[in-house]
């Protein structure tokens, strides 16, 4: 991997021989675990302006309709997170000179507030070509990592380093997007910016400081051409739309109408993306039946018999998911862009035969994907229920698309990949050209992309949006095989009865495999947990600068034979606090809890009633735990805490920090997901904790909550 200098340039032709397509990735780690930012994309003409409203790309417009840019998302590392953009370089209109790829932070946070800020570029095999690292970010909440620009037809990479000081919205300005901060009804508080009279404030982010009256101290980017805007996002407490039109009204000119906010900031009430195009989502609840009892059952397009063997299912699985992607761009490819595939027509097979030595082979699917007359070609290897994946096997598919020039294989199982640790160990033969990359995809992870879809950023027309509810019923029914991680691994039940009779010592590696198994555990709670609320969840990652996966595990193991328990972090976009996991195996008990901040300049009785008012509908077994100054204090159920709030109030007067709202609930035994397994009590664990609390938590957040009157609806939640 070539090294890049802050402002040195390097054609992409040099590193590669097929450059056709990168993925660009964003990492950064934070030693709090809570640090984070978001990615953007522009791309802009020769006078290093957008173009129109739709050359700017974000968390609320994250794809291109022509494929030729698209946001993945994060995915968590092992100091912190990265996230990933494919880009087609093929597919980027000609007109377009530069690619500008940039992140920015909210919150009043700043990038010196991260770690190891870094900007990769690797080719459609996976290969890194190029890295950047920005070791000297401090006071910026905006940054400018790199950007890809033509040069006699060949495309180069400049490593920027840029930053802003003034956030998003400084650095839209100087790409030609005018911001304009309106009134909204449903925004409240100081932050929020108000427009009278018409008159259209263009903000210069270069030159208008941040506490200027009337700005606001962060700002949310929408389109206002388009309608495309960052609604509902909960951590900004103003909106700004944005207006690309490259003359930008001067004071005095017609504003756009701002458009609405969501007044509640929380994450499963973030609304879609909204474009010029109309996008269709399906309703989350369903329709009232027509049935005359509960014996009918509604036609599928994908029915689930009982299935005799294994087999049945593989074959099932892997038709009915690639004919869903072939007929809905949106989800081809969304699921194939962080392969290296182009943009262009699909096809896919199934049960092909393709010579190989003696006796052909019958890889499951193949996936092919036109652009230009060129054809992007993976093979895919199926698994259904716990079967694994088999090293012999994978390796002869590697071995007949090296042969035949194909670019990809892609296995798909129920197992979740983990850095650092490869389900399965393929050889690759260094003397050929020709590379072939190997990529993992599980079942959870294609669920998450058609919930993500179909609930939240909507498909283009209400067929498309139909088969992909077809496809997500048929891969959460018991019998399709596709539930995703469904098993702790055989040595679960040893490392149990270790730890209960105390005879699991540090260095078995037994729980090392305990530990692998509870990471992808996590891993797959974040995409459903995701998928339900719209918003991207992350574990969070606490390693220790510079360590391996490997050595982090072992460490992780030797914690889980001395203290006997399994904890996890988790990080939903948009939520103050993190949500903490934990599974103590020797009282056999799951904790579940988040800590709250108290609100600044309140009185501590005021907020203790206020706390108990958002969690009147919260379960009576609710613990909740005042938090001082570097210590604990007060503590109880709901249940004793509603009569008396004054009992969370510290005897000494000592100043609140925060309260720490916790729920336990019994764990299964079983390794696997039935009704008595650990894997099913996790998510029932997770479920109850965030539907019945954190859902709560957003009014007092603000620092306000429910008047609670009788006959009235106390939810808290409107």
């Not at 001067?250 to 009430?269: C, I, L």
């Not at 005799?308 to 009915?320: G, M, N």
């Not at 096809?347 to 992007?376: C, M, Y």
Request: hydrophobic share 35%.
């Amino acid at each position: 991997m070539h090294e890049m200098a802050k402002g040195a340039n390097i054609g992409l032709a040099a590193l590669s021989d097929d450059t056709g397509a990168v993925v660009v990735g964003l990492s950064w780690s934070s030693a709090s675990g809570d640090g984070d930012a978001d990615v953007s994309v522009l791309l802009v003409d020769g006078d290093g302006k957008v173009r129109s409203d739709s050359d700017f790309y974000f968390y609320n417009q994250p794809a291109a309709e022509d494929g030729s840019v698209q946001l993945l998302g994060k995915v968590p590392t092992e100091n912190g997170s990265e996230d990933r953009i494919s880009l087609d370089l093929t597919a980027i209109p000609p007109d377009v000179a530069t690619v500008v790829v940039a992140a920015s932070q909210y919150g009043g946070a700043c990038f010196g507030d991260l770690d190891d800020l870094r900007m990769t570029v690797t080719d459609r095999s996976g290969e890194a070509l190029l890295g950047f690292s920005i070791p000297d970010a401090t006071i910026e909440t905006a940054f400018i990592f790199g950007e890809l620009y033509r040069r006699n037809d060949e495309w180069k990479f400049r490593a920027v380093g840029q930053g802003y000081e003034t956030g998003l919205a400084g650095l839209a300005t100087d790409f030609g997007i005018a911001v304009d901060e309106g009134d909204d009804d449903e925004v409240e508080g100081p932050g929020s910016a108000e427009i009278q009279g018409g008159e259209q404030a263009v903000v210069d982010g270069r030159s208008k400081a941040a506490g200027d009256a009337g700005y606001a101290e962060e700002t949310s980017l929408g389109l206002a051409e388009t309608g495309v805007r960052a609604t509902g996002a909960p951590r900004l407490p103003a909106q700004a739309t944005v207006s690309t039109d490259r003359t930008a009204p001067a004071p005095g000119g017609t504003a756009a109408a701002p458009a609405p906010q969501a007044d509640m900031p929380q994450p499963s009430r973030r609304r879609g993306t909204r474009t010029a195009k109309k996008k269709v989502t399906l309703p989350k609840a369903a329709k009232k039946t027509l049935a005359e009892n509960d014996s009918w059952k509604p036609a599928r397009l994908f029915p689930v018999p009982s299935y005799k063997s294994d087999r049945e299912r593989e074959v099932r699985a892997t038709s009915v998911l690639l004919s869903v992607m072939a007929e809905v761009p949106e989800f081809g490819r969304r699921l194939t862009a962080g392969f290296g595939a182009p943009a262009g027509r699909m096809q896919t097979f199934t049960e092909v035969s393709i010579p190989h030595g003696n006796s052909p082979k019958r890889p499951d699917g193949v996936i092919r994907t036109e652009r230009a007359g060129k054809l992007w070609t993976a093979l895919v290897e199926t698994k259904t229920n716990g079967n694994p994946l088999k090293s012999e096997q994978v390796q002869n598919y590697m071995d007949i698309a090296a042969r035949r020039g194909y670019e990809a294989v892609i296995t798909l199982s129920n197992d979740v990949a983990l850095e650092g640790s490869p389900l399965v160990e393929v050889k690759t033969d260094g003397r050929r050209k020709h590379k072939v990359s190997l990529w993992h995809l599980s079942w959870a992870e294609v669920a998450h992309q058609a919930q993500m879809l179909i609930r939240h950023e909507g498909v283009g027309n209400a067929a498309h949006a139909w088969l992909l509810q077809e496809l997500l019923h048929y891969l959460q029914h018991e019998n399709s095989g596709c539930h995703g991680f469904q098993n702790m691994g055989p040595s679960w039940v040893p490392v149990r009865n270790g730890i209960d009779g105390e005879t699991l010592c540090q260095g078995d590696p037994r729980a090392v495999e305990v530990v692998e198994s509870w990471e992808r555990l996590i891993r797959q709670v974040c995409l459903r947990l995701g998928g339900e609320l719209g918003q991207k969840t992350l574990p969070v990652q606490r390693a220790k600068r510079g360590s391996d996966p490997k050595s982090r595990r072992a460490e992780l193991a030797d914690r889980l034979c001395e203290e006997g328990k399994l904890s996890a972090e988790l990080r939903v976009d948009g939520a103050q606090s993190i949500l903490s996991l934990t599974a103590d195996l020797r009282t056999g008990k799951i904790r579940t809890s988040i800590d709250v901040p108290a609100p600044d300049g309140a009185y501590p009785l005021s907020v203790a009633k206020r706390l108990l008012r958002v969690l009147n509908e919260a379960p009576a077994d609710l613990h909740v735990e005042t938090l001082l100054e570097g210590r604990n204090g007060p503590r109880g159920t709901l249940e004793r805490l509603r009569p008396e709030p004054g009992d969370l109030l510290p005897k000494d007067s000592a100043a609140i920090t925060g309260f720490r709202l916790s729920l336990f609930k019994g764990m299964g035994s079983s390794r696997g997901s039935t009704e008595s397994g650990f894997i099913r009590s996790i998510d029932e664990a997770v479920d109850r904790f965030y539907s019945s609390v954190v859902t709560h938590l957003s009014q007092f957040e603000q620092g306000r909550a429910p008047r609670v009157t009788s006959g009235a609806d106390t939810s808290g939640v409107h």
